[in-house]
């Protein structure tokens, strides 16, 4: 009897093991590694400065609770793209920035990098002059992936070659740049003397090749798992509605789709015939974004066109600032400011990234590609 009570007890207690356990998710990989623009800053640019491309005033973060409502870096009202989509894996949240490691937690610096750094910076693009001009300081990804370089430098030395390389090509590396790079050359380069459609048959080449030369880069670096994130539709942001005009907004929309196009066959072009280790699952956030602003009761949204903080109309409108008015229900916008989603924009992207079909996530999603490769 008393023998029945203790299994009895035993099996109750790994039941309750069980359901303690199901909230919980090991990580399916060992670290992550994040590079891009301000679409993944989490508080780069704080270090920085020399940058007008910052998030460090009111109303930034002001759902971020683990900061009680304080500005982080991160350019939106609470977690951004990153956040959530490492958040699916299993991670609190976005590993630290890269300068932060370096300059505020010395200490933790060697057993974090085991577990991942952000790299990304507003502002930064696959081309080292981009930003420069708008933002003064930004950290081109060329930058970006010499800190990474150092990274595997500092993991080598605490742990030894073998091990180091065997964390990194388990890693998965997540990349979200290219709208500034699209931007600025819409804004500085574009002459009239030649239609747009020449001068983009020339540009768009050297673009995608200068981002095929910063992934080989990272390839040569030991990484072999890449969540790419192509561009969102740039045209549709409250910030180019608001300065254009329908048509525009249309052709820049245009122009980021050529860029998508371009760099899905470049990716394909690198797993098939350069780097067979290399694995990809490109994210198609122009036709997930697409498909909020089409159909965005069904996802609880209801407005998708003017920015939630910003006194935003359609026609003109104003940074997110501590004058700015911010709107109430923050999970009904899916513009956080004039270029970037709000918390609950970013969980509805990450979402589709991670578990979306190939409409969403092609050739396959991200958690297939953490997961099963
Ligand atoms: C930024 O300013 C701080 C304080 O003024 C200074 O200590 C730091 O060296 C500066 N950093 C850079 C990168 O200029
Ligand atoms: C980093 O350290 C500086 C100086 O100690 C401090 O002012 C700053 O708030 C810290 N930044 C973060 C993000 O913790
Ligand atoms: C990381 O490596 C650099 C040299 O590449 C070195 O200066 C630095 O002290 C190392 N960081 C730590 C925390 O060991
Ligand atoms: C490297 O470190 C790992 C983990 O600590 C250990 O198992 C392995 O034997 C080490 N390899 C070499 C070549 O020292
Ligand atoms: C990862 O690196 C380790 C250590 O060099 C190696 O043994 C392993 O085969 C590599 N795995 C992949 C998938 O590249
Ligand atoms: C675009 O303009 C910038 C700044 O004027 C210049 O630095 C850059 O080289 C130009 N890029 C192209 C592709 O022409
Ligand atoms: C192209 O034409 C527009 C309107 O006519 C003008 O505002 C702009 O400055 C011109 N751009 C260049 C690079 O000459
Ligand atoms: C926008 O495009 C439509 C159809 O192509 C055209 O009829 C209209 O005049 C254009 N509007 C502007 C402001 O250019
Ligand atoms: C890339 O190549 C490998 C073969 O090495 C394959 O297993 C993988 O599914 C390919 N595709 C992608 C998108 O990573
Ligand atoms: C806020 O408004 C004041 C007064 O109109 C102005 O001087 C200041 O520059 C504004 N600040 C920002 C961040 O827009
Ligand atoms: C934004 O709107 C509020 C309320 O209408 C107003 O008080 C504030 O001055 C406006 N701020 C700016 C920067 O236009
Ligand atoms: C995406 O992820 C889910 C798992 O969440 C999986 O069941 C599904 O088959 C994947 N879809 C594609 C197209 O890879």
New binding site residues.
């Given amino acids: 009897m008393k023998n029945m009570l203790i299994i009895i007890i035993f099996l109750a207690a790994d039941e309750a093991m069980n359901l303690l356990s199901m909230g919980y998710r090991d990580p399916a990989v060992p670290a992550v590694y994040i590079f891009g623009d301000s679409t993944f800053d989490v508080g780069t640019n704080n270090f920085l400065n020399d940058t007008k491309s910052k998030a460090d005033m009111p109303f930034y973060g002001i759902d971020y609770s683990p900061s009680h409502s304080k500005p982080t870096g991160r350019f939106s009202n609470g977690y951004n793209t990153a956040d959530c989509i490492v958040q699916l894996l299993g991670f609190k949240e976005s590993p630290p920035p890269f300068l932060y490691l370096v300059q505020n937690d010395t200490e933790d610096f060697n057993t974090q990098i085991l577990k991942g750094v952000n790299f990304a910076g507003g502002g930064a693009g696959i081309l080292h002059h981009t930003g420069k001009q708008r933002f003064g300081r930004v950290i081109s990804m060329e930058e970006q992936i010499q800190q990474f370089s150092s990274v595997g430098d500092n993991m080598t030395r605490y742990l030894n ?3 180091a ?2 964390i ?3 890693s998965l590396i997540l990349i979200s740049v290219g709208s500034n790079d699209i931007n600025e050359f819409l804004m500085f380069n574009v002459s009239n003397s030649s239609s747009l459609i020449q001068q983009l048959q020339q540009f768009l080449p050297d673009l995608i090749a200068s981002y095929q030369a910063h992934l080989t880069n990272l390839i040569s670096l ?1 990484a ?1 798992k890449f969540g790419i994130l192509g561009l969102a539709p740039l045209g549709s942001v409250p910030d180019v509605r608001g300065s254009y005009g329908g048509n525009s907004s249309n052709e820049i929309n245009a122009v980021a789709e050529l860029f998508n196009y371009g760099l899905y066959y470049m990716l394909l072009d690198l797993n098939s015939s350069k780097f067979p ?1 290399f694995k990809f699952s490109f994210g198609n956030t122009y036709s997930i974004t697409t498909g909020m602003i089409n159909n965005p009761a069904s996802l609880g949204l209801s407005d998708v066109a003017t920015a939630c903080c910003g006194n935003q109309t359609l026609t003109s409108g104003t940074p997110c600032s501590p004058n700015a008015t911010v709107c109430e229900f923050r999970h009904k916008f899916l513009f956080w400011d004039r270029h970037h989603p709000t918390e609950y924009g970013s969980q509805l992207a990450a979402n589709d990234l991670f578990n979306g079909g190939s409409e969403f996530a092609s050739p396959f999603n991200l958690s297939t590609l953490v997961q099963t490769l």
């Fill in positions: 070659e073998s091990a390389k065997g990194i090509n388990k030991g072999r280790e």
